[in-house]
């Protein structure tokens, strides 16, 4: 994960593995009016979406509501399809708030399954996938305005959290 801004304080980041997912915390903090929590995910294929679910509750119900919060990762779950996966994922985050920001491909096999949730307006937010060539997952990118700042967010390359991932 790549972040640019130059105005945002990083405040604390926290990163763990946890039966399989790894997941990196990060908290930037401009002052008490503005910040925003960015929690990023990698999600193993053979895990069970529920289980993943539930670990990803832990994290979110700590996560204080009152600031813009951006989940991104690597889910490993096809937002392109209709299975018991991805329709459990869809409302388990709608129910807290969050939504999808883009719906596209992420794979040469034409399935989503790097994703950017937000609990921003819509408007506060956008992303897409960008095409590399050197690398099996489409690029990502997140521009983001939190309101009553002076400048955006940018965030690249979501869907590798650590150098030991294949």
């Given at each position: 994960m790549i972040l640019y801004d130059t105005n945002m304080f990083l405040s604390h980041t926290f990163s763990k593995t946890h039966s399989s997912v790894e997941f990196l915390i990060v908290f930037f903090n401009e002052n008490t009016q503005q910040a925003?929590?960015?929690?990023?995910?990698?999600?193993?294929?053979?895990?069970?979406a529920i289980f993943f679910i539930s670990i990803l509750e832990n994290i979110i119900t700590?996560?204080?509501?009152?600031?813009?919060t951006i989940i991104i990762g690597d889910f490993n779950i096809n937002m392109l399809t209709y299975t018991i996966e991805s329709i459990t994922l869809q409302?388990?985050?709608?129910?807290?708030?969050?939504?999808?920001?883009?719906?596209?491909?992420?794979?040469p096999n034409n399935a989503q399954i790097d994703h950017i949730w937000a609990n921003a307006p819509t408007q506060q937010c956008h992303s897409e996938p960008t095409q590399a060539y050197w690398k099996y997952h489409n690029l990502i990118y997140l521009k983001f305005?939190?309101?009553?700042?002076?400048?955006?967010f940018i965030i690249l390359c979501i869907n590798e959290l650590t150098s030991n991932k294949k």
């Open positions: 925003l929590y960015i929690i990023a995910f990698y999600k193993p294929p053979q895990m069970n700590k996560i204080p509501t009152n600031y813009p409302n388990y985050m709608n129910t807290h708030g969050f939504h999808i920001t883009f719906i596209a491909s992420t794979t305005k939190l309101p009553n700042h002076i400048s955006q």
